[in-house]
């Protein structure tokens, strides 16, 4: 049976000036979390609106290789696509306080997704968001049904967006940095929610984050991005406990774990800036901030294998 | 909402009392009335009979007080021409101005909502310029000429609609366009703006990722925020339009009460002139209240 979700050498452009997404793959199995990581602007959003043909305007994706349930989404129209989110596969965001419609109630947002895929009335509808918002740890489902999203906290909208994403069962929810607009609490909660989610229906998740925290707590496998590339995807134990690339040890190296780092040792950091990358580029994109980066590093970027399940795009010998 | 009501409708006395002030001072420095009633070839002593009869020999403030108290009662005085009640005058006159206003509301929606929609939904090309320009070239024509342009072409040459009258429907159907013509560009703009702003939103995405047909990511998601601020003005622009309709209906010989304001002007019937101008005025304000109203029903955000 093939994967769930299989991206291969997915690229994404906007406007040709910039390429936002270089090559990038990834594989995310049935009933498996998968974190996406990578700091700001590496091109973990945009893979994910990629996959779910949801770029802005101007954005055009281009891959070996997009199947969802052996699927060729590649080969969807509009329509085709449409069919499919919301129902198969649904996605939240980072922005819960702007992602809800203000002008409708919660019931009515919630109701419509379900209305739209499947042949249910809106009596079933009803019922079925009422017993998701009691699912999502939301008290007084009938009352919040009726209410407006301006009348709902930050941590309550980005339940509300969970439970509608759930509304039709979907096999995968991308989860783009969901916690990063909430206060910390809250943060924890709907990450344990989530893991919560995952494990009770056999959800596939990729959850994209830049928190290693995170990572370490929920992921059954990590991918790492760096300037539009995967450079190295793994088990999550096998990752922490053996990182091949250097960009995955660097960052590794930023996180304090307590116990292991004395007080008075300096947290690590990854020099320089991440390159603005555009068409055309040759070599490994990480290669100004390595420290390992020698004249290769400019032409070729081998694909290695590590162990089983763990690959990296790096020349260093595994 | 009864507090943020009754603020408006405080609001909306000062405006009435203002505008009655307004009108009365206004009308007395057209010059001595008496003399004007009177007319060109009457003698000083007609001059002061007149003044006499209208108790224009009063002092102002007594004239103005003894207006205004009859105005709150609703008698708004007799017309010195028409020998009648004025407020008798305005209510005949009332329905062929409203029906002009309604018209010329009703299309200037139909036609800027969906090439607003357009416009939006084709950003940036030649289709969304040419609506533009449209919406300027409607802004920059004066309604008296553009009346008259389709009077020739459609009245005269074509002869499919009567020119002047209130016999039938067709006698609104050019004055209508005519009357919508101010209101399609700003309207039409406003739209447009507002689509572009709900399309970008992140709430649009999420109706996308929902999987939402085309019809309803525009119409139900969008269209419904980006309508609140037209649905608003619109209500305002209605209150232009009745005000703003004397051209028209000057042009047109339409007897509505922008007829009725011209002819009193011009005979110098002033207690017809300033009550046109405080009822204009009322109407303005009430639906002003009424844009502020429709806006707490489309916005649940107002509401709380």
Same mark, same amino acid.
């Given at each position: 049976m093939s994967a769930l979700l299989e991206v291969e050498k997915l690229e994404v452009g906007f406007g040709g000036s910039t390429s936002a997404v270089r090559g990038a793959s990834l594989t995310v199995e049935r009933g498996e979390t998968h974190c996406l990581v990578g700091e700001s602007g590496c091109g973990k959003s945009v893979t994910a609106l990629a996959v779910m043909n =949801?770029?802005?305007?101007g954005g055009h994706r281009t891959a070996q290789r997009l199947s969802f349930q052996g699927e060729d =989404? =590649?080969? =969807?129209?509009d329509r085709g696509m449409a069919r499919l989110r919301g129902n198969a596969m649904a996605m939240i965001f980072q922005e819960p306080m702007t992602s809800l419609n203000p002008a409708y109630t919660i019931g009515s947002q919630m109701t419509e997704v379900m209305r739209r895929h499947k042949k249910v009335s809106q009596r079933v509808a009803i019922d079925r968001a009422a017993d998701l918002l009691g699912r999502v740890g939301i008290t007084a489902p009938g009352l919040r049904l009726g209410q407006f999203p301006h009348q709902l906290s930050g941590g309550l909208r980005q339940r509300v967006m969970i439970a509608m994403a759930l509304m039709c069962e979907p096999q995968l929810l991308i989860a783009d940095?969901?916690?990063?607009?909430?206060?910390v609490t809250v943060q924890a909660q709907i990450l344990r929610l989530l893991a919560q989610l995952q494990r009770d229906l056999g959800l596939g998740l990729l959850l994209i984050t830049h928190d290693l925290g995170i990572v370490a707590r929920v992921a059954h496998r990590v991918s790492v991005m760096y300037a539009g590339e995967v450079v190295e995807s793994a088990a999550t134990a096998q990752l922490f406990a053996d990182p091949r690339h250097p960009y995955t040890q660097g960052l590794l190296r930023c996180v304090p774990v307590p116990g292991k780092q004395r007080q008075d040792e300096p947290l690590g950091s990854i020099p320089g800036t991440v390159p603005r990358i555009g068409p055309g580029f040759e070599g490994c994109g990480f290669r100004d901030r390595c420290?390992?980066?020698?004249?290769?590093c400019a032409h070729t970027v081998p694909h290695q294998t590590a162990a089983p399940g763990h690959d990296y795009l790096c020349r260093l010998a595994p | 909402m009864l507090r943020f009501l009754f603020r408006r409708l405080i609001v909306a006395l000062l405006v009435a009392a203002t505008v009655m002030t307004l009108a009365f001072v206004l009308t007395r420095l057209s010059g001595d009335l008496a003399i004007s009633i009177a007319g060109p070839n009457a003698t000083a002593a007609d001059i002061e009979a007149v003044r006499k009869a209208y108790g224009l020999d009063r002092p102002v403030l007594t004239q103005f007080f003894d207006w205004v108290g009859r105005a709150v009662t609703g008698d708004l005085g007799n017309s010195y021409f028409f020998q009648t009640r004025v407020s008798t005058l305005i209510a005949e006159r009332m329905p062929v101005t409203l029906t002009l206003g309604l018209t010329g509301l009703s299309l200037a929606l139909l036609i800027s909502i969906p090439m607003g929609i357009l416009a939006a939904v084709r950003e940036n090309t030649n289709f969304d310029r040419a609506v533009q320009m449209v919406a300027l070239i409607g802004q920059a024509m004066p309604s008296f000429w553009l009346g008259l342009l389709l009077m020739i072409i459609f009245g005269l040459t074509l002869g499919w609609l009567p020119i002047s009258g209130t016999g039938s429907w067709e006698h609104f159907v050019m004055p209508g366009i005519v009357l919508s013509f101010s209101a399609v560009p700003a309207l039409t703009r406003l739209t447009r703006a507002g689509m572009i702003q709900a399309m970008s939103s992140d709430y649009i995405r999420t109706a996308r990722a929902k999987g939402l047909s085309r019809a309803s990511i525009l119409l139900k998601h969008a269209l419904r925020n980006a309508a609140i601020p037209v649905v608003a003005i619109a209500a305002v622009q209605l209150g232009f339009m009745l005000g703003g309709s004397i051209v028209i209906e000057q042009v047109f010989a339409l007897h509505g009460v922008g007829f009725l304001a011209w002819e009193s002007i011009a005979k110098n019937d002033f207690p017809v002139v300033q009550a046109v101008v405080l009822v204009l005025a009322v109407i303005y304000v009430a639906l002003t209240m009424v844009s502020d109203l429709l806006n707490a029903v489309l916005d649940p955000r107002l509401r709380a």
């Open positions: =949801l770029l802005a305007r =989404l =590649l080969k =969807l129209d940095e969901p916690t990063t607009a909430l206060d420290t390992f980066a020698d004249a290769t | -």
